[in-house]
């Protein structure tokens, strides 16, 4: 990102420096650099992407709620979504039970976690206090659930982790270093 362009990568075509207010041969228009993301529309539909983000596509509409994602340089699958309305960074974890995230972030989104379930619980860096709540809403991309359960830690986590209990609700397909998440119920 520069001041006031960005380098954007579509459909796996050659790097291209856009201006903000520019509309793309592919119709992505940049409407903004804003720190470390960009916002970006397509089909009158705003997204705002963060530096070395991949978002292979989205399909929204009357159709059935679906989001596709592409790997990092990691394999990890990392994206921008919300947790009650609040704009927030997920990664994909299976090995997580729930939508997981550390209490600063929940302090953030404004998740009263104190109001939650006590509990400790096993993590990759041991035994952490931690506090069970319902989250309203979880939206990444085109696919929105409701009442999804969330775990809040004591440690603070760089980044929330997109556990079971939203990914189990959905259809997913990873074909390589593309996924797919497609809403089920």
């Not at 228009?29 to 470390?36: A, M, Q, T, Y």
């Not at 399909?59 to 927030?88: C, M, W, Y």
């Not at 299976?94 to 972030?105: F, L």
């Amino acid at each position: 990102m520069f001041s006031g362009k960005a380098l954007l990568v579509i459909d796996g075509g050659a790097p291209t420096i856009v201006h903000v207010g520019q509309t793309t041969a592919e119709g992505v228009r940049l409407v903004s650099v804003e720190g470390d993301a960009v916002v970006v529309e397509l089909d009158g539909k705003r997204r705002s992407i963060r530096m070395g983000q991949h978002v292979v596509s989205q399909k929204g509409g009357d159709g059935p709620q679906e989001t596709k994602l592409a790997a990092d340089a990691r394999g990890h699958f990392q994206t921008v979504g919300a947790i009650n309305g609040r704009s927030t960074r997920f990664v994909i974890d299976t090995g997580a039970t729930m939508v997981s995230m550390g209490t600063s972030e929940a302090a953030r989104i404004g998740i009263d976690w104190r109001k939650g379930q006590p509990s400790v619980v096993q993590t990759a860096n041991g035994v952490v206090r931690a506090w069970r709540v319902t989250l309203d809403s979880v939206r990444v991309g085109d696919v929105t659930i409701n009442g999804v359960d969330g775990l809040v830690q004591e440690s603070d986590l760089p980044i929330v982790l997109l556990g079971m209990s939203f990914l189990s609700r959905t259809e997913m397909r990873n074909e390589g270093t593309t996924m797919t998440l497609k809403k089920r119920f």
